[in-house]
T-cell receptor, first 114, second 116 residues
Framework: AQKITQTQPGMFVQEKEAVTLDCTYD???????LFWYKQPSSGEMIFLIY??????QNATEGRYSLNFQKARKSANLVISASQLGDSAMYFC???????????FGTGTQLKVEL | DSGVTQTPKHLITATGQRVTLRCSPR?????VYWYQQSLDQGLQFLIQ???????AKGNILERFSAQQFPDLHSELNLSSLELGDSALYFC???????????????FGPGTRLLVL
């Protein structure tokens, strides 16, 4: 069964610094997709970035990048130049080929400080 | 704004009651997914509909049911409500439903259900 692990319940980072949120996964399927979502205190789930298991390069979307290490089964989210608005819960999720659902980790609460 | 709409935003009801949550997917999306987010269970997949037909089922209780209508909006019906059903219920949508791993699911703002 697929599983997502986020070991950091909470993180603090200073404004303008970079931060890495950890995510490890477990799957026996060679074809899968990894997603990161942001959930602000208002509650909505915002899609940030996607990484496919066969993608040769790490995904980037603006200030978000994904440090994908396939052999280690990790897909860490890197946020550069943190802003106060980045304070939120961040979820890592996986979808296997042929699967329909997203399986989510428990999330990491990020707090950006002045 | 993801383009997925959900109503109502908040719902307060009593144990034993029945409620209906509504979702309209993004324009052009054929798949609708329902997820439950609670403090003890985290984010869990409930059910998926694709173009009106049930496509996948997750940890959905028998007291819960869903359907997708010809105009592609979906409703999640929760009956015989218990205190433990209090949660944030999300609807998400995606273009297809064939299970390609790349397909992104876009989430609505959620319906916060409180059962008293």
């Amino acid at each position: 069964a697929q599983k997502i692990t986020q070991t950091q319940p909470g993180m603090f980072v200073q404004e303008k610094e970079a931060v890495t949120l950890d995510c490890t996964y477990d799957t026996s399927d060679p074809s899968y997709g990894l997603f990161w979502y942001k959930q602000p205190s208002s509650g909505e789930m915002i899609f940030l970035i996607y990484q496919g298991s066969y993608d040769q390069q790490n995904a980037t979307e603006g200030r978000y990048s994904l440090n994908f290490q396939k052999a280690r089964k990790s897909a860490n989210l890197v946020i550069s130049a943190s802003q106060l608005g980045d304070s939120a819960m961040y979820f890592c999720a996986m979808r296997e080929r042929g699967g329909n659902k997203l399986t989510f980790g428990t999330g990491t609460q990020l707090k950006v400080e002045l | 704004d993801s383009g997925v709409t959900q109503t109502p935003k908040h719902l307060i009801t009593a144990t034993g009651q029945r409620v209906t949550l509504r979702c309209s997917p993004r324009s052009g999306d054929l798949s609708v997914y329902w997820y439950q987010q609670s403090l003890d269970q985290g984010l869990q997949f409930l059910i998926q509909y694709y173009n009106g037909e049930e496509r996948a089922k997750g940890n959905i209780l028998e007291r819960f049911s869903a359907q997708q209508f010809p105009d592609l909006h979906s409703e999640l019906n929760l009956s015989s409500l218990e205190l433990g059903d209090s949660a944030l219920y999300f609807c998400a949508s995606s273009v297809g439903g064939r299970g390609t791993q790349k397909e992104t699911q876009y989430f609505g703002p959620g319906t916060r259900l409180l059962v008293l």
